[in-house]
């Protein structure tokens, strides 16, 4: 079996730079070394004692390139790809006019095999190794892409995505159809290769009691699955289900109440939380995922991020691709650090990296597995280049350190940042 050498400036993590001092979570090495055999990382270290001890190994010298875990999307929906930036509304309306009319195409397998595979490559083009997807209503936008994800072998999380009130006639099941389906497709794709299925209510307003409680059936059945949906992401969205809900105490209590709170829950946005939802989400360790593009684009607010870190809550990274305005982590990331200086945080670049993929992967229940540039992990990675525009290129060359040479990226990067992308041990650009 051949071993592959890559050798740079290597960067993992040994703890969560959110909490504590940062600086003691990193594990940083000017000329490192990350040695792969049979699609996982089997060392790191030296760059120098690792190819002395492997003589043998292909090496790939990526100079002052920066190796990194692959990138960890923890929430985006595929079939918005080719909605992404329209113009103009708030959430409500921009599902109304712009989302539910594109998610209808995905009845047709050829037009869902097309996103899935557009999205993917745009994917591993920025540098994403890993995304966790709603699908749509539809059976065949499911088996789009994981059968996209399968043939370039990467981890995907990924969900049929379930409505039965509130939508268009074309966009809603039933609640025992979206039973069904969904079990149907878990049962076809979890733990196959890569795959891992997570139950979808898209949120509380287009789902009934009826479907939520069917779902929380469903996850009980399958406690080995994520569940995702959305939670408290803009006010008239939350006052909404205030009236859809007059009973629940609050918008995670609609989810609570009927078997959809759990430590493998997954909660996109999570803006606007009342204390006991943060308490319950951490009492219980489920995760909430940032998107702070989507954040800002949508304009639903600003996430807490440091507060929630601190209340223990687990927090992911997401673009929400098409809410979110960009498909590159990078983007993220400085998104998230501004809507950080609003909050009066400064976020450090170590705290960003660490979020989008260790943090990200621990979102996720992958920690170990994906998002981790260390021995046992995947080896799903990616190489930066830190001098990818001439713009880049000039404030990385008066660095005084590592931080002061990856921020420039982080926040003026792009897919011209993108070296190389190593999905399973294989590059992707060769
Ligand atoms: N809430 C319910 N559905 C969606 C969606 O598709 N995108 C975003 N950003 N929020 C949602
Ligand atoms: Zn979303």
């Known amino acids: 079996m051949t071993k592959h050498l890559l050798l740079g400036q290597t960067l993992g993590f040994s703890g969560n730079p959110l909490l504590g001092d940062w600086s003691e979570a990193v594990d940083f090495d000017s000329a490192g070394g990350v040695l792969i055999e ?25 100079g002052d390139g920066l190796i990194s875990a692959g990138f960890v999307d923890a929430h985006m929906h595929y079939p918005q790809t080719g909605m ?12 109304n006019t712009y989302t539910f009319p594109e998610e209808a195409r995905f009845g047709d397998q050829a037009h869902a095999d097309d996103v899935a595979a557009r999205t993917l490559d745009l994917a591993v083009a920025h540098g994403t190794t890993t995304l966790t997807s709603f699908c749509t209503i539809h059976p065949e936008s ?17 969900g049929k995505t379930c409505m039965d009130r509130n939508a268009p006639e074309t966009l809603r099941d039933t609640a025992q159809s979206a039973y069904d389906r969904s079990k149907a497709l878990l049962e076809k794709w979890h733990g196959v290769g890569r795959a891992s ?3 979808t209510p898209r949120f509380s307003p287009t789902s009934t009691p009826d479907q ?14 994520l569940m995702q949906t959305h939670l408290s992401e803009q006010m008239p969205e939350i006052a909404w289900v205030k009236e859809l809900f007059p009973q629940a105490r609050d918008y995670l209590d609609t989810y609570e109440k009927f078997g959809l709170l759990g430590e493998r829950g997954l909660y996109g946005h999570a803006i606007h939380l009342e204390e006991r939802e943060i308490a319950r989400l951490a009492e219980v360790g489920a995760a909430v995922v940032h998107c702070p593009t989507s954040n800002t684009f949508i304009g639903s607010g600003l996430f807490d991020l440091m507060g929630l870190a601190r209340s223990q809550l687990s927090i992911g990274l997401a673009t929400d691709t098409g809410g979110g305005s960009s498909f590159s982590m990078l ?12 909050r009066g945080v400064a976020l450090h670049p170590a705290q960003l990296m660490w979020l989008a993929t260790e943090g990200a992967a621990q979102a996720l229940k992958m920690s170990g597995e994906i998002g981790r540039l260390g021995q046992g992990a995947a080896a799903d990675i990616t190489v930066l280049d830190l001098h990818s525009t001439p713009a880049i290129a000039q404030r990385a060359g008066r660095a005084k350190d590592i931080w002061d040479a990856v921020f420039p990226t982080i926040m003026m990067g792009d ?5 190389e992308v190593w999905i399973a041990g294989k590059p992707q650009r060769g």
């Open 142 to 158: 499911v088996d789009a892409f994981f059968s996209a994800a399968s043939a370039r072998n990467m981890a995907v999380i990924a």
């Open 212 to 225: 939520l409680s069917a779902l929380g059936a469903l996850w009980a059945e399958h406690p080995e699955c």
């Open 197 to 199: 299925y997570a139950i």
């Open 415 to 419: 897919d011209r940042a993108i070296r």
């Open 331 to 342: 983007r993220t990331m400085a998104a998230a650090y501004e809507i950080g200086q609003l």
């Open 38 to 62: 049979a699609g996982r990382i089997i060392a790191t270290g030296s760059g120098e004692a690792l190819r002395a001890v492997h003589p043998d190994a292909q090496v790939t010298d990526y």
């Open 84 to 95: 992404i930036a329209s113009w103009g509304k708030q959430l409500i309306d921009w599902l």
